[in-house]
């Protein structure tokens, strides 16, 4: 499977360095900025700008506002965020609420964007605060991000028009491989029995992610603007875990594990691993790839599952 273009390296450095690499700074696919003349096509988190990268191509310079490892709900954007903005050609958001920070950010800017997630079968968050209102993580299923490569064609379509027909291309490439990994998904959880089929999470990130697999989903909570878990949410999870004898639980990348690992302390049941949802990974790390991402969250799931049960029939 083809590999994503490398990361910006001006996405690694600290705040501090921002402005300078306004004026120099290696682009996506190694080049230097100073002297990339391609379009500019602004995401505003890492696995947007990996998806857009691969239906743009060689033809646009894609850059992420947010770094690797950034959490995207509560992100505030910084001065060289808004001069970023202001030099590309094209922003990219998620929508859905995701990027709660994002109308100010684009009120201050100058470049046209485009909500990728438009079209796309909207599930709400269930409950809690946020409750009646769309889950924002569209993208955890293979089958939105069909939906959202469809609507980059279009914007890079606009934007490039020359190129039309190279990012048909792309996406029809893409999309196959997006299709493989729902089928994998799939597959993958089917190995699982019934009711073995319960995936708790720190976040409600995963609505999508479990309608398209089959899987029934628990959290702490909806999203991760709440920040942590109440007591009450705590004893809620640790209530579904006993109830449903659910022997591994799991939680995100870019927040703290204490409140689920309290979940594990009371239950006994294991602590399946880490979930990738907000960010990709360095290139070296497991998800450098939208991809991978979706790959890595789906063995991690089963493996835990599968895992814990059969350590735990093993002690029995």
């Not at 878990?229 to 006993?242: K, L, N, R, W």
Request: glycine share 6%; charged share 20%.
């Amino acid at each position: 499977m083809a590999k994503s273009l490398t990361r910006r390296t001006g996405s690694m450095v600290s705040i501090a360095a921002a402005a300078a690499l306004l004026t120099a700074c290696t682009t996506a696919s190694g080049q230097d900025a100073t002297d990339d003349d391609r379009p500019v096509v602004l995401t505003t988190f890492t696995v947007l700008a990996d998806i857009a990268e691969n239906v743009g191509g060689d033809h646009l310079r894609v850059e992420s506002i947010t770094k690797i490892g950034s959490e995207i709900h509560g992100y505030e954007p910084t001065p060289g965020d808004i001069r970023r903005a202001s030099d590309a050609d094209l922003i990219l958001d998620n929508g859905l609420n995701l990027e709660a920070w994002f109308a100010q950010f684009v009120a201050d800017a100058d470049a046209p964007h485009v909500v990728v997630s438009e079209g796309v079968e909207v599930l709400d968050i269930a409950d809690g605060a946020y409750g009646g209102t769309p889950n924002p993580h569209a993208w955890m299923s293979p089958l939105n991000v069909q939906t959202y490569v469809e609507n980059m064609v279009t914007a890079f379509s606009d934007l490039a028009p020359e190129h039309a027909d190279d990012f048909a291309a792309n996406a029809a490439a893409y999309d196959a491989e997006l299709q493989q990994v729902q089928d994998d998904l799939v597959a993958e959880v089917e190995t699982l029995p019934a009711e073995q089929r319960a995936l708790v999470t720190c976040e409600g990130a995963f609505s999508y992610l479990a309608r398209d697999a089959g899987l029934s989903e628990h959290y702490l909570w909806a999203v991760n603007a709440e920040q942590q878990a109440t007591p009450q949410q705590v004893a809620g999870v640790i209530e579904v875990v006993e109830a449903q004898d659910v022997p591994a639980v799991f939680c995100e990348s870019t927040v703290s594990d204490a409140a689920m690992q309290q979940v594990v302390e009371a239950t006994g049941a294991a602590f399946g691993g880490t979930l990738y949802v907000d960010s990709l990974s360095e290139p070296d790390g497991p998800v450098p790839t939208y991809l991978e991402l979706i790959r890595h969250d789906a063995d991690v799931i089963v493996e835990g599952l599968t895992g814990a049960t059969a350590a735990a029939g093993a002690d029995s």
